[in-house]
């Protein structure tokens, strides 16, 4: 039996605080990355920031959000699956779903600071890495990108 998704973007305070919800888990609490650096300026609902939650049951269990980051270029940012997702195809369609929508904004070209845990993910998904490892909240990451 498949598990059955379904990805939002997020138009709402509501689904603005699902997102945020699955953040606290992973990264706040799990991660013990401070508050104050997870949630940051590009959390406003300023409509320069397209944050997506996919949804099992209508409950929130992962999200991510691209971001303008110069001319043609995204971020992706605070991409998160709660621990009982993982495994199950979730990353990646909530990944997906954010180069499609990048697409849909013009972006030509998209990057991400992953964490190294996660760098083989991004791979499949045709990241590729450049520059050195840095620590950001205490956590090794590598800058990746991807054109799409």
């Known amino acids: ?6 990805i ?3 138009a709402d305070d ?4 699902d997102a945020l919800a699955v953040r606290r888990v992973v990264f706040i609490e799990e991660q013990q990355v401070p508050e104050d650096l997870e949630i940051d300026e590009h959390d406003k609902p300023d409509g320069e920031t397209l944050h997506a939650v996919a949804y099992r049951d ?3 269990v992962a999200t991510g959000r691209v971001r303008t980051y110069d001319t043609g270029v995204g971020k992706v940012e605070r991409v998160a699956v709660l621990e009982s997702e993982r495994g199950t195809g979730i990353g990646k369609k909530i990944m997906l779903h954010l180069e499609e929508q990048a697409k849909q904004r013009g972006f030509e070209l998209l990057k991400l600071n992953a964490q190294c845990h996660a760098q083989v993910f991004y791979e499949k998904l045709g990241y590729e890495p450049f520059g050195e490892v840095f620590d950001e909240a ?5 800058a990746m990108k991807k054109n799409i």
């Open 1 to 6: 039996m498949s598990t059955e998704y379904t």
């Open 8 to 10: 939002r973007n997020v």
């Open 14 to 17: 509501k689904t603005m605080q």
């Open 58 to 60: 209508n409950q929130p």
């Open 138 to 142: 205490g956590i090794d990451h590598i």
